[in-house]
């Protein structure tokens, strides 16, 4: 089964900074290619949300809430798309997950935990 893979997640005190990164795991390195990529992230008893995007062509867009403090990218050649997080707070604390825009239910991955302490 193919599947996106996240990582570079961790316990981090509030005003720190973590970099995720997210690969593909089988053989659909085309979907990187293809589609606008996102990050997003669910916390405990709250709905998944959007954090950032990224098209083709590099055009991002950022939630409000985290805007001037992640930066979403991406690496067409190597299939990856990171997301550098600064300034961290404890409502950052979530799972966060890459998918296309929209997301396919086909590549949910597992996440990877982020928890920032206040």
């Known amino acids: 089964q193919v599947q996106l893979v996240e990582s570079g997640g961790g316990l981090v005190e509030a005003g720190g900074s973590l970099r995720l990164s997210c ?3 089988g053989s659909i ?3 990187f290619r293809l ?3 996102a990050w997003y992230r669910q916390a405990p008893g709250k709905q998944r949300e959007l954090v950032a995007s990224i098209t083709r062509g590099g055009i991002t ?5 985290v805007k001037a403090r992640f930066a979403i990218s991406r690496d067409n050649a190597k ?3 990171d ?3 600064n300034s961290l707070k404890p409502e950052d604390t979530a799972v966060y997950y890459c998918n296309t825009v929209p ?3 086909r ?3 597992q996440g990877t935990q982020v928890t920032v302490s206040s």
């Open 35 to 37: 589609n606008a990529m």
């Open 107 to 109: 590549y949910w991955g």
């Open 61 to 65: 867009n950022y939630a409000d809430s």
């Open 23 to 25: 690969a593909a795991s």
């Open 29 to 31: 390195f085309s979907i």
């Open 103 to 105: 997301p396919n239910s």
């Open 79 to 81: 299939n990856t798309v």
């Open 83 to 85: 997301l550098q997080m």
